[in-house]
């Protein structure tokens, strides 16, 4: 039996933001800056990067730029072309940046979805299609081509979120993070249910449920994934 292909954050992010039929983005305009979120926290969990303590920051910054910024610890390739990509571009960098400034730049890739649609078309998990936008506008849409992928993503948070449970995947709570701070979870889940859960969801993310050797990294993801929110507020 072939092993199913590990997906990559962004992949997983991009699985949850498409309409299933339409193949269109149906999580609102926030969907670029949590993919740029994605590609970042995959970096820091893939230990290729981190983010600077708050005395770093300050020791390395000017009076004026104390935020800690982004820093390479790897910079070998992850495998993924979109990850690389900017990965090399972190590490090319004359100067250290904020997350933010990464977050916005990687944001800012042309034709974004289409890149990170090219593995899950190649892998099936997605169609590609020419549509047209009021009989006029051609325009390239991704409808699902295998329901399983996204159902096993959907699965994960839902297990996360509304069941009690002392450890949860580190890999799902990064996402959970992701998800949170672009406003995706009411396209994915009933919003009672969720405000039901609210205290967990943030239990979860702040590494209240984790084990100790996890925490570090979620503290770290939430540099990435907490800024999401910012940077699509003031976008």
């Known amino acids: 039996m072939k092993e199913k292909p590990e997906l990559f954050l962004h992949e997983e992010v991009t699985l949850l933001a498409l309409s299933d039929e339409k193949g269109t983005v149906e999580t609102g305009n926030w969907y670029k800056q949590v993919v740029g979120g994605a590609v970042l926290a995959e970096l820091m969990r893939r230990d290729h990067v981190r983010v ?8 390395t910054g000017s009076l004026f ?8 610890t790897n910079p070998q390739p992850s495998g ?11 590490t090319a960098s004359e100067k250290l940046r904020p997350v933010e400034y ?16 090219v593995r899950l078309v190649s892998l099936g ?33 839902e297990e996360a979120i509304f069941n009690d449970h002392d450890e ?3 890999g799902t709570v990064i996402l959970l993070s992701l998800v949170k701070g672009g406003n995706f979870l009411p396209h994915l889940f ?23 050797a996890t925490k ?15 940077v699509a507020t003031s976008s």
Do not use: M
Not at 52 to 59: G, I, R, S
Not at 80 to 90: A, G, P, Q, T, Y
């Open 190 to 212: 009933d919003r009672k249910a969720l405000k039901s859960r609210r205290q967990h969801i943030e239990d979860l993310i702040s590494g209240e449920k984790l084990g100790a």
């Open 80 to 90: 993924d072309s979109l990850v690389d990509e900017w990965l090399k571009k972190i």
């Open 216 to 230: 570090a990294l979620i503290e770290s993801i939430q540099a990435a994934a907490v800024v999401v929110t910012v």
């Open 102 to 117: 990464w977050l916005r730049k990687i944001a800012e890739t042309p034709k974004l979805k289409a890149r990170v649609a």
């Open 65 to 72: 730029d104390r935020k800690p910024k982004l820093v390479v």
């Open 168 to 170: 949860v995947d580190p």
């Open 52 to 59: 600077q303590t708050k005395n770093e920051a300050h020791a």
């Open 125 to 157: 998990i997605l169609e590609k299609r020419e549509d047209k936008v009021l009989w006029v506008f051609n325009r390239v849409v991704y409808p699902e081509g295998k329901a399983a992928p996204e159902q096993a993503i959907r699965c994960r948070l």
